[in-house]
């Protein structure tokens, strides 16, 4: 299995040479998620971003895994995802949004409290809120790249996190540091993100599944020479 440093240069590499695709994916999923951010109520965007923004992601996680698989890179590729897998997308961006809603809420209502109680209680909704989303950094790619039930990848991606805790910590860290990175200039969110998010995304559980595989084939091996 490879190590993470040894794939943020063969993701920076692929992004490199294909600049002008992950502009095209990042500006159409941009191009939607903008105007729900921005000209509705936080509430109505909690609902519109999974239903709508959400599928388009998927498409960009699609069209990345045939692009890191080695194929060429097309724009309908986004949009045949999108279609593609809309529902298990959907389904799980209304639950990346009823976790961020709880996370609100939790320090909207224990925000207004006093006491060392209540603030305990905030942070460690925080964390559990936290370690969901770390556990969540496999379910798009194994939906896009598996065809996994939806549920079913929420709890594989939890199962493969359990089994490599540093390696997925280390790697939803590294995608952080990149958002928060693009994120501080809106064009080069708006114009990189997605794209790059997706490939690395994928590279990353392509090799924690290759080397599952690889470690199974070893022990078959041995159990079948001895």
Same mark, same amino acid.
């Given at each position: 299995m490879r190590s993470l440093s040894q794939l943020i240069v063969q993701a920076g590499g692929l992004v490199y040479r294909e600049m002008i695709a992950?502009?095209?994916? =990042? /500006? @159409?999923s941009s191009a939607v998620l903008m105007p729900l951010v921005f000209l509705f109520s936080a509430g109505?965007?909690?609902l519109l971003v999974p239903v709508v923004y959400a599928p388009l992601l998927a498409g @960009? #996680?699609? /069209?990345?895994?045939? *692009? +890191?698989?080695? &194929? %060429?890179? %097309?724009?309908?590729?986004?949009?045949?995802?999108? +279609? %593609?897998?809309?529902?298990?997308? /959907? @389904?799980?961006?209304?639950?990346?949004?009823?976790?961020?809603?709880?996370?609100a809420s939790t320090w909207w209502y224990y925000g207004q409290k006093d006491g *060392?109680?209540?603030?305990?209680?905030?942070?460690f909704q925080?964390?559990?809120?936290? *370690?969901? #989303? @770390? =556990?969540?950094?496999y379910t798009l790619p194994l939906i896009v790249? &598996?065809? &996994?039930? +939806?549920?079913r990848a929420v709890g594989r991606s939890v199962k493969l996190t359990v089994t490599h805790p540093g390696y997925t910590i280390g790697a939803f860290l590294q995608l952080l540091c990149v958002t928060v990175l693009l994120g501080l200039t809106v064009v080069g969110f708006a114009f990189l993100f997605a794209g790059m998010a997706a490939v690395y995304s994928n590279m990353v559980a392509r090799n924690v599944l290759a080397g599952r595989e690889e470690k199974a084939e070893n022990q078959g091996g041995k159990t079948w020479g001895a």
């Open positions: 992950i502009f095209l994916f =990042s /500006a @159409v109505t965007a909690l @960009v #996680f699609y /069209a990345a895994h045939r *692009m +890191v698989a080695g &194929e %060429r890179p %097309r724009l309908k590729d986004v949009f045949a995802g999108a +279609v %593609r897998f809309f529902i298990p997308s /959907a @389904v799980f961006g209304l639950l990346c949004s009823l976790f961020v809603l709880i996370l *060392m109680l209540h603030w305990a209680l905030a942070i925080t964390y559990f809120v936290t *370690m969901f #989303f @770390v =556990s969540q950094l790249q &598996e065809n &996994e039930p +939806v549920f």
